[in-house]
Structures are given as C-alpha cells and as structure tokens.
C-alpha cells in the first residue's frame, strides 16, 4: 500500500501564490508517473500537471506559465508552485502516484485551495 499526504493549500487573494506538497511513502524515484488534479465543486475533475520518472513534465493549459511542478527524491515529496492565483483556480487538489509494474495509481485525501477575487 502507498499513502500520499497532501499539504499547503488555503485562503488566498488572486494574484497570490501557494505550493503544496505531496509526501509519499515510498521512494517517488521509483513512480512512473506523479500528477496533481483537481475538482471544483460542481465540475469533473482534471489533470493539471504530472511528471515522468525522467522528469518529463505536462501542464493544462489553463495553467501553463503559472504553475510548476517539482520533485525532491530524498525526502519523497513532489510540490505544486502556484503563482498568480485566479478564482478559477478554487478546488481541491489531489497528488495521484501511478507505480509499476502494473500502472497501480494511488491517491491522497485532497487540499483545499480557495483563491478569493
């Protein structure tokens, strides 16, 4: 079993910024893949950003520019920069680990992040 803990999210004002963390029991060096999502009330939820084990990056459009993704493999946590926060980006934001060998994905309990106008 793989547990991830979510940290970091808020209540922020638009145009600031938050970096959540995401720690994992197991070493992230060893993931295929580390994503953050989120949903907002109301609508699906989506991908945001994610990271290859060798640190190949994607990014929504909706946050190209914005938002960073990052790793720190010694102390098994992956991070989520947030600058230049918009209300759009209210939602609960979730790290996702998809391990080999059989692509078993694993989720954390969620953040709130709540960015007010």
């Known amino acids: 079993q793989v547990q991830l803990v979510e940290s970091g999210g808020g209540l922020v004002q638009a145009g600031e910024s938050l970096r959540l963390s995401c720690v994992a029991s197991?070493?992230?060096?060893?993931?295929?893949?580390m994503s953050w999502y989120r949903q907002a009330p109301g609508k699906q939820r989506e991908l945001v950003t994610s990271?290859?084990?060798?640190?190949?990056?994607y990014y929504a459009d909706s946050v190209k520019g914005r938002f960073t993704i990052s790793r720190d493999n010694a102390k098994n946590t992956v991070y989520l920069q947030m600058n230049s926060l918009k209300p759009e980006d209210t939602a609960v934001y979730y790290c996702?680990?998809?391990?080999?060998?059989?692509?078993?994905?694993?989720w954390g309990q969620g953040t709130q992040v709540t960015v007010s106008s």
């Open positions: 996702n680990a998809n391990l080999p060998p059989q692509w078993t994905s694993y």
């Open positions: 197991v070493n992230i060096g060893s993931t295929n893949v």
């Open positions: 990271m290859t084990r060798g640190g190949t990056t």
